[in-house]
């Protein structure tokens, strides 16, 4: 149920140890790992991998079956546009 420690693997080191080892700590980060930086005993920032983005397109712009299937050479604006013209609002 819970998580133990050893599956986080954070450093926590002070500001002015980061600043002598920035490079070396990013190499943390990309490995997986998190930085948490301390200025004078408190955390003030943690350096974590980026999460990659999905590969996938967007909810919107997948292709879908319509729901009512039109003719071929069909134009459904045009058929709006010939519905409007025979009526009167």
């Known amino acids: 149920m819970y998580k133990s420690m050893e599956m986080y693997k954070m450093h926590v080191l002070p500001l002015s140890e980061f600043r002598a080892n920035a490079s ?6 990309e490995k ?3 930085v948490r ?8 920032a943690d350096l974590v991998p980026v ?3 999905p590969a996938s397109k967007p909810s919107y712009q997948a292709p879908f079956e ?3 299937p039109l003719p ?3 134009s459904a604006v045009r058929g ?4 409007r013209a025979q009526e009167r609002w």
Do not use: F, N, Q, S
């Open 24 to 29: 070396a700590m990013l190499d943390l980060v």
């Open 32 to 34: 997986g790992e998190t």
């Open 37 to 44: 930086i301390m200025r004078h005993g408190k955390p003030v």
């Open 51 to 53: 999460v990659p983005e």
């Open 66 to 68: 319509p729901v009512i």
């Open 72 to 74: 071929a050479g069909y």
């Open 80 to 83: 709006l546009l010939d519905e």
